[in-house]
């Protein structure tokens, strides 16, 4: 069983161009999160997704990040207008459905993908 | 709000020795508590987890007790090895919602 996987793992990007950040939950997992980790800082919860809903986007900045999870495919997070702030490790996790959802359930992590805006 | 505090790094310790990264978190309610390892150029994996107050978390040799009293999860080994090189960051989670709450890490360099 394939863990999670993120693409690319590393992007470098321009200030003002787009970046699209891919994951693909764990076979079976519906839930989905994404984590922004800065230098030096631990991880910062952004968005919890399930397929085609948003659950919670309280971490999310309000502009220019969005975030999606379509019924076939990957999950993309879509940072437009890149800014130097924005270079950092974004990482995805997923987690299976449980009686309550996602909550409470194990999240697995991808490996990151390591965004550097130039 | 909910919160997580360890111990700043960088931790350097030669092979064998005894291991002691402090974690104390603040939470509203009972959270789950984790560590979790991130290896150099990897994602974090889980590496041990307790689910309520005087629960022991093993794996690999590492242990963690969740202590309600002292709300603190320190994360222990008794005799550390160079493959124990790694970023060790503590996590909860408040089961009422979805997010993994972190601490900024600890780097952990183990010397042959």
């Known amino acids: 069983n394939a863990g999670v996987m993120q693409n690319p793992r590393h992007l470098v990007r321009r200030r003002g161009q787009e970046a699209r950040l891919r994951c693909s939950p764990m076979k079976g997992h519906s839930h989905v999160y994404w984590y922004r980790q800065l230098p030096e800082e631990g991880l910062k919860f952004m968005v919890y997704l399930q397929k085609e809903n948003i659950i919670d986007e309280s971490g999310m900045p309000k502009e220019r990040f969005s975030a999606e999870f379509p019924k076939e495919g990957p999950s993309i997070l879509r940072i437009q207008q890149v800014v130097r702030g924005d270079s950092a490790a974004y990482f995805c996790?997923?987690?299976?459905?449980?009686?309550?959802?996602?909550?409470?359930?194990?999240?697995?992590f991808g490996p990151g993908t390591r965004l550097t805006v130039l | 709000g909910n919160s997580v505090t360890q111990m700043e790094g960088p931790v350097t310790l030669s092979e064998e020795a005894f291991l002691t990264i402090n974690c104390t978190y603040t939470?509203?309610?009972?959270?789950?508590l984790f560590w979790y390892v991130q290896y150099p150029g990897e994602g974090l994996q889980l590496l041990l987890k307790a689910t309520k107050a005087d629960d022991k978390g093993s794996n690999k040799g590492f242990e963690a007790t969740y202590r309600k009293e002292t709300t603190s999860f320190h994360l222990e080994k008794g005799s550390v090895q160079v493959s124990d090189s790694a970023v060790y960051f503590c996590a909860l989670s408040d089961r009422r919602d979805d997010k993994i709450i972190f601490g900024k890490g600890t780097r952990l360099h183990i010397l042959p």
């Open positions: 996790a997923s987690s299976p459905p449980g009686l309550a959802g996602g909550r409470g359930n194990e999240q697995f």
């Open positions: 939470a509203t309610g009972y959270p789950s």
